[in-house]
Structures are given as C-alpha cells and as structure tokens.
C-alpha cells in the first residue's frame, strides 16, 4: 500500500505548479510573499515545516486560495 502523501509534500507540489502556471521564478515568487528565495526553494522541496503565516503569504503571491493548494490532486 502506498503512503498517503503529507499535507506539506502537497502544499509544495501545488505551490511550484501554481507558481509555474504564472511564469513566475521561485526569486520572483519569494519578492512578492517578502520572503527569501532559498526559503521558497525549500518549501517547494517539502524540506521546510513552512508555517500557516508563509503558506497564506505564499498562496496570496500566486493568488490561489490556500485551501486549494492544500487538496491533493484527483488522479
């Protein structure tokens, strides 16, 4: 059986789609949730216990709703 996947391993999955998706750089994406790059590249790497606080800035930056980034994927 297949491990269900983190809610931090989704929220990075979707937030590196939703952030490709508006042509955005990860150093584009970190300026515009005022936070640092390499801080962003984490998250995306699920390797960061990102906080509410960041992941609603993250999310704002993209302009996507966090619960929405929060769903898995239907396959």
Not at 30 to 50: C, D, K
Given at each position: ?75
């Amino acid at each position: 059986m297949k491990a269900k996947p983190s809610a931090r391993t989704i929220f990075a999955e979707n937030l590196r789609k939703a952030r490709l998706a508006k042509g955005l750089s990860q150093e584009d994406l970190a300026e515009l949730a005022n936070l640092h790059r390499t801080y962003v590249g984490s998250v995306e790497r699920s390797e960061r216990n990102v906080s509410i606080d960041n992941m609603e800035r993250l999310a704002s930056a993209v302009g996507a709703p966090l619960p929405k980034l929060l769903q898995k994927e239907k396959q």
